[in-house]
């Protein structure tokens, strides 16, 4: 008997724990009641859910409020790309078969059109059209749509997970089997063999309305030749027609059948997707041969968009188009929404290491990856969250932590038995007799595993320090790997001729011919390495992972010095409050662009949570002064990721003729308790050190007891 399918709530409770938040609201609704009676009302539920990155709501109400929750989570679930595997089916054949009835639902049962289905969309906007192009969609809209047929898709070809274009061959060999269907020979339309009957229209048309008003969108083109820039696309969608009609028009497309989709990008709560024209290829109808032929002796390898594949994690062909337009299950229109330069840079500066640090501090241009760990002082996303925020956006599988227990007896590792003898032992009896409640004789270590989405290890971190608290070990090592990776890609973005990658180095083991396979895009688009062949990229040698200390910068100089000297200065260690501002200055005053600020902004001297100029001015003034400084320029990328409105202004500024300023005021210093300002001026702390010396010298004086 096959196993009962999961709930959705039980999926997202296996995989994200006590993170999903479910808010149910009860709505009063109006019920038929008997004439001349006050109005009767029953209670019905909508439901509202919240991930880390995610937010999701239920389109409609529900009787139960159980039911409303599993809508909510099941619309998280198709949001997030997962589906319970009791319904996945375990062969290619099996899925392949479901994939042909899959399609065919679409169109043969007409209560899919009254469904909140984002395919009703696009379908509710054909059929307002007469004569053969009623109810014809381009065949791309259903993969785009919907998380099952990707899924099925990925089973009969794990390949289809990184290639819309092959996913586009799967579907159109498909939906020729599939039966109540018409597929067009020369194009990739699909619409149902009968007419729809009013009925069914009317509720599609109800449902999906349609677009009554000229609507104006921006997006980003990514040409495929790097080189070139980036350009901003304006987007004039009109007359209720289909949009990606529109979208054709601008990648010069044949029609909108034409257009490939890919997967959603950035957060799973958005629909930016990347749109491009198909290559000129021809599909196979068996899946037991090659699915994909191209026509001519054009290599298609040569038309990939290497900028473009590497924001999506999939492989993307010629010019791409970046839009936020589609249709989504919480809307009853088109959903649209502005893309710019800005969003293109913070979608890359989510790909790295820090990035997803900065925005979860929504201080781009301040913020930086601290250096250690601490349960006081850390803000924004744990070093866990992040770390499995890069693996999913670099399309990794998720981080393994294996947590071990370790026996981690002060005196027993200090003094052992062996070598002290029976005096030695009874005095460490003494002491544990009057040891506090409080000491735990255990600690424990914790290792990291980053793989492929095959499963491949590609790094494998083993910390040698040990932490008294499980968790402790879990967030430590897991910033020891970020800060790993975040110096690789800098190394990246700096000039050179050789590429280091170690294979072996502080507790890292680097597995390097699956690392640069699973980062050969990321090369080929930070490519300053002068490698052209991504395989010469693995030459041996460290680079530095020294990560307790940092560069101190203390020559800022400051401008513009206001407030009296309280005499409270932050100090090492201590948790500062500040309120900032950063501003981009034209050199000749013309024009000031406020890029980023922050009435409260919290961090801990000492740890490298900020920029080194910005950390040096701050602990020049005391609590309640403020002053000026002018801050070494940013990355280009940085900048225009804290644009905003301003990324198509900033974007053709020249460096030479602008410069960063930052203007600060302490607001508030938390002096650290005294064991935390031991721990960080010495190491190991001097509790430590003054039990290993009264140990040592009980020893050599061959102490048998302790005085009273």
Request: charged share 20%; glycine share 6%.
């Given at each position: 008997?096959?196993?009962a399918a999961p709930?959705?709530?039980a999926v997202?409770h296996?995989?994200?724990?006590a993170k999903v938040r479910?808010t149910v609201?009860e709505v009063?609704?109006a019920v038929g009641?008997c004439?001349?009676?006050?109005?009767q009302?029953?209670?019905v539920y909508?439901?509202?859910?919240e991930l880390p990155g995610?937010s999701?709501?239920?389109?409609?109400?529900?009787?139960?409020?159980?039911?409303a929750?599993?809508?909510?989570?099941q619309?998280?679930l198709?949001?997030l790309?997962i589906q319970p595997i009791?319904?996945i089916p375990?062969t290619?054949e099996?899925?392949?078969?479901?994939l042909i009835?899959?399609?065919?639902?679409f169109?043969?049962?007409?209560n899919f059109?009254?469904?909140?289905h984002?395919?009703?969309?696009?379908?509710s906007?054909?059929?307002?059209?007469?004569?053969d192009?009623?109810g014809?969609?381009?065949?791309s809209a259903?993969a785009?749509?919907?998380?099952?047929?990707?899924t099925?898709?990925?089973?009969?070809d794990?390949?289809a997970e990184?290639?819309?274009?092959l996913?586009?061959?799967l579907?159109?060999?498909a939906?020729?089997?599939?039966p109540g269907?018409?597929?067009?020979?020369s194009?990739?339309?699909?619409?149902?063999?009968?007419?729809?009957?009013?009925?069914?229209?009317?509720?599609?048309l109800k449902?999906?309305?349609?677009t009554?008003?000229p609507?104006?969108?921006?997006?980003?083109?990514?040409?495929?030749?790097?080189?070139?820039?980036?350009?901003?696309?304006?987007i004039?969608?009109r007359?209720?027609?289909?949009?990606?009609?529109?979208v054709?028009?601008?990648?010069?497309?044949s029609d909108?059948?034409h257009v490939l989709?890919?997967?959603t990008?950035?957060k799973?709560?958005?629909e930016?997707r990347l749109?491009?024209a198909a290559?000129?290829?021809?599909f196979?109808?068996?899946i037991s041969?090659?699915?994909?032929?191209?026509?001519?002796?054009?290599d298609?390898?040569?038309?990939?968009?290497?900028?473009?594949?590497?924001?999506?994690?999939?492989?993307i062909y010629?010019?791409?188009?970046l839009a936020?337009?589609?249709?989504?299950?919480?809307?009853?229109e088109?959903?649209t929404?502005d893309v710019?330069l800005?969003?293109?840079?913070?979608?890359?500066?989510?790909?790295?290491?820090d990035g997803?640090c900065k925005?979860?501090r929504?201080?781009i241009?301040?913020?930086e990856?601290p250096?250690?760990?601490s349960?006081?002082s850390w803000?924004?996303l744990?070093?866990r969250?992040?770390l499995?925020?890069f693996c999913?956006?670099q399309?990794?599988?998720e981080?393994l932590f294996?947590v071990?227990?370790?026996?981690c007896d002060?005196?027993t590792?200090?003094?052992?038995?062996?070598?002290?003898?029976a005096?030695?032992?009874s005095?460490e009896?003494?002491?544990?007799?009057v040891r506090t409640d409080k000491?735990n004789s255990?600690s424990f270590?914790c290792?990291?595993?980053?793989?492929?989405r095959k499963?491949?290890?590609l790094?494998?971190?083993?910390?040698s320090d040990t932490?008294?608290?499980?968790?402790?070990?879990i967030?430590?090592s897991?910033l020891?790997?970020l800060i790993?990776?975040?110096?690789?890609?800098?190394?990246i973005?700096?000039k050179?001729?050789k590429?280091?990658?170690?294979e072996c180095t502080d507790?890292f083991k680097?597995?390097?011919?699956?690392?640069?396979?699973?980062?050969v895009m990321c090369?080929?688009?930070?490519?300053?390495?002068?490698?052209?062949?991504s395989?010469?990229?693995?030459?041996?040698?460290?680079f530095?992972?020294d990560?307790?200390k940092k560069h101190?910068e203390?020559?800022t100089?400051?401008?513009?010095i206001?407030?009296?000297?309280s005499?409270v200065f932050?100090s090492?260690?201590s948790?500062?409050c500040?309120?900032?501002?950063?501003?981009f200055?034209?050199k000749?005053?013309?024009?000031?662009y406020?890029l980023e600020s922050?009435?409260e902004?919290e961090f801990?001297i000492?740890?490298?949570?900020?920029?080194?100029?910005?950390?040096?001015?701050?602990?020049q003034?005391s609590?309640n002064?403020?002053?000026c400084?002018?801050?070494?320029?940013?990355?280009?990328?940085?900048i225009?990721?804290?644009?905003s409105?301003?990324?198509?202004d900033?974007?053709?500024?020249?460096?030479?003729?602008?410069?960063?300023e930052?203007?600060?005021?302490v607001?508030q210093v938390?002096?650290?308790?005294?064991d935390?300002m031991?721990k960080?001026l010495?190491?190991?702390?001097?509790s430590?050190?003054?039990?290993e010396?009264a140990?040592?010298?009980?020893?050599?004086l061959?102490?048998?007891t302790l005085?009273?």
């Open positions: 008997m096959p196993a709930t959705p709530k997202l296996q995989r994200f724990g479910y609201e009063k609704e009641g004439p001349g009676l006050a109005p009302t029953r209670s909508r439901c509202a859910l995610l999701v709501a239920t389109p409609g109400t529900f009787v139960r409020k159980k039911d929750e599993q809508a909510a989570a619309i998280a198709d949001k790309g009791a319904n375990s290619p099996e899925a392949w078969n479901e009835t899959r399609i065919s639902g169109f043969i049962d007409e059109l009254s469904s909140t984002p395919l009703v969309g696009h379908l906007v054909t059929l307002r059209r007469t004569g192009l009623i014809r969609v381009p065949l259903i785009a749509c919907d998380v099952k047929v990707n099925l898709c990925k089973v009969i794990p390949k990184f290639d819309p274009l996913i586009l061959s579907v159109y060999n939906a020729k089997q599939s269907v018409s597929v067009s020979d194009n990739f339309w699909i619409q149902s063999q009968k007419p729809y009957s009013p009925e069914a229209v009317d509720l599609a449902r999906w309305s349609g009554s008003d609507v104006e969108v921006e997006a980003i083109l990514v040409p495929c030749v790097l080189e070139d820039e980036l350009k901003i696309v304006r004039n969608l007359d209720n027609e289909h949009y990606m009609s529109y054709a028009e601008k990648l010069t497309a909108s059948s989709v890919s997967r990008i950035g799973a709560s958005s930016i749109y491009f290559p000129d290829v021809h196979v109808s068996d041969k090659n699915v994909l032929a191209c026509h001519g002796d054009g298609i390898n040569c038309q990939v968009n290497k900028r473009a594949s590497y924001i999506s994690g999939q492989t010629g010019d791409a188009l936020n337009i589609g249709y989504t299950r919480r809307d009853s088109l959903h929404e710019n800005c969003t293109y840079y913070r979608i890359l500066l989510g790909k790295l290491p997803n925005m979860s929504d201080a241009l301040a913020a990856l250096s250690v760990y349960r006081f803000k924004g744990s070093p969250d992040l499995c925020s999913r956006n399309r990794l599988s981080p294996a071990s227990r370790v026996s002060m005196l590792s200090a003094v052992s038995s062996e070598e002290r003898g005096p030695a032992k005095v009896n003494q002491f544990n007799d000491e255990d270590k290792e990291v595993k980053i793989c492929s499963q491949e290890i790094l494998e971190y083993s910390a932490w008294s608290k499980e968790s402790d070990a967030q430590n897991a020891k790997v790993w990776f975040n110096n690789y890609f800098k190394q973005n700096t050179r001729d590429l280091y990658l170690s507790g680097i597995h390097p011919n699956i690392f640069l396979q699973e980062f090369l080929s688009v930070y490519g300053n390495t002068g490698c052209n062949d395989g010469m990229c693995s030459a041996v040698g460290p530095s992972m990560t307790l101190f203390s020559t100089t400051l401008t513009h206001e407030g009296p000297d005499g932050p090492h260690g948790l500062t500040i309120s900032y501002t950063a501003s200055v034209m000749d005053k013309a024009k000031k406020l922050h009435n902004f801990e000492g740890t490298g949570a900020v920029g080194n100029q910005l950390e040096s001015c701050v602990t003034l609590v002064q403020s002053a400084f002018v801050a070494e320029l940013p990355p280009r990328d940085l225009l990721a804290a644009a409105e301003f990324s198509h900033l974007s053709n500024v020249s460096r030479e003729s602008c410069f960063l930052f203007s600060v005021k607001l938390t002096e650290p308790l005294e935390r031991e960080a010495f190491s190991p702390p001097l430590k050190q003054r039990v010396f140990v040592q010298h009980i020893n050599e061959h102490a048998t005085p009273s």
